[in-house]
């Protein structure tokens, strides 16, 4: 199959590991899940209920501390 890139192999990478991430999925551990929960996005609405909790001077709440997973 040709080569359809365009400039230096190099240019690439971020590519090749979203790749080997995907690739890596039905192998992921719990350890690693629990490792990536600070990068995931959230939600307008989560975002919103952190904020009153914050304004009012609660603690958030573990569920909605701004990682929802179901």
């Known amino acids: 199959m040709p080569g359809w890139g365009k400039g ?4 690439d ?3 090749w590991k979203l790749v080997h991430f995907v ?6 551990t719990e350890q690693e899940m629990e490792e990536m929960k600070p990068f995931n996005p959230i939600s307008q609405k989560e975002k919103e209920g952190e904020e009153n909790h914050l304004h009012h001077g609660e603690d958030v709440p573990s569920e909605t501390n701004g ?3 179901d």
């Not at 230096?8 to 240019?11: G, Y």
């Not at 690739?23 to 992921?28: A, G, K, V």
Request: zero cysteines; aromatic letters at 0%.
């Open 67 to 69: 990682h929802h997973h």
């Open 8 to 11: 230096r192999p190099e240019d």
């Open 23 to 28: 690739r890596h999925l039905p192998e992921i």
């Open 13 to 15: 990478r971020h590519s």
